[in-house]
């Protein structure tokens, strides 16, 4: 009996996306944890978080650092011709140190983590066109392109989130494995690890917590005044009695730098913002403040910043 030509015909050709993107958009572009931790303080606030907490120990970092060190200098001491060892920017300090981050926004829910969370790229103005580009609480959104959730590949290999949704009694665990991410040939093939939480797995009403580990020796390198510096300073537009900033629960107080020049409009005081209004993607205006201000020359910014 002949095939009728839809049993013949090849299968369609399909767009596949490799996980060594996550690496690209992860790793690659987030290369310390300053940059990193802005990342999940954005998304914080524009989940309408009253505040955003971020735990982690300098002192148990630097001295995990200085183990691994130690150990590759050691696996340096004894390589043989031929052989290959793991490089030192890409060791792993021990599980148990963490670096936490958790707010008290909406939260999430399994379907939100699905479809929402895990999807990278998400566009997520032009899906709530209505919004205007502001949070349900009117916050004009900080979130960049939907690609700040692989922030945290760029300083871990296991990022864990927990999320419990407003209105739901239960919270939702999900873990995300970058080695097992990076095994699959393409990132349809990748399941991701969950749990229901009926306790509310310790957030009440609502809100995310979200924990790094397995941290990646080299971005690590920063000191905690460094890091506080450049999250006030990113955040500096944002009143703190809005959004309060907390890193190992004392406020992150706002950076003073001494700047020389304002542009534009030169003339007015440095400190001053000017208003503007810009057309935005999917039509309308957008209405924002802005200033690009210049440091003194002795006072320039470092390499990080």
């Known amino acids: 009996m002949a095939k009728s030509a839809a049993e013949t015909s090849p299968p369609p050709l399909t767009f596949k996306v490799a996980p060594h993107l996550v ?73 148990e140190i963490t670096i936490e981050i958790e707010d008290r926004g909406h939260g999430m829910s399994r379907d939100d983590l699905n ?106 390198k920063s000191r905690e005044t460094t890091i506080e510096n450049s999250i006030s300073e990113y955040f500096s537009a944002v009143d703190p009695a809005e959004f309060v900033i907390r890193a190992n629960k004392k406020p992150v107080k706002p950076f003073e730098r001494e700047h020389a020049y304002a542009w534009p409009e030169p003339d007015r005081p440095i400190e001053d913002y000017v208003e503007i209004k810009l057309p935005r993607e999917g039509g309308g205006e957008i209405s924002f403040s802005y200033r690009i201000r210049f440091t003194m020359p002795d006072n320039a910014l470092n390499a990080e910043e």
């Open 115 to 220: 479809n929402k969370f895990l999807f990278a790229g998400r566009r997520r103005r032009k899906e709530e066109p209505d919004a205007l580009g502001r949070s349900p609480n009117g916050r004009p959104l900080m979130g960049r392109k939907g690609l700040g959730k692989l922030a945290g590949f760029g300083v871990a290999k296991i990022i864990e989130v927990v999320s419990r949704k407003q209105g739901e009694s239960h919270a939702t665990r999900i873990t995300l494995n970058y080695d097992a991410i990076m095994e699959k040939m393409s990132v349809h093939e990748i399941e991701i690890q969950e749990q229901r939480l009926d306790d509310g797995g310790g957030i009440d009403p609502s809100g995310t917590r979200i924990v790094l580990s397995h941290l990646l020796y080299d971005p690590l």
């Open 23 to 95: 690496e690209d958009l992860g790793l690659n572009l987030y290369t310390t944890l300053a940059r990193v931790l802005v990342e999940f303080v954005a998304n914080a606030y524009d989940a309408d978080s009253p505040f955003v907490d971020l735990s982690f120990d300098s002192t148990k970092i630097k001295r995990a650092r200085e183990v691994v060190r130690r150990q590759y200098e050691l696996d340096t001491a004894k390589i043989q011709p031929g052989e290959k060892i793991e490089p030192l920017e890409t060791r792993v300090l021990p599980p």
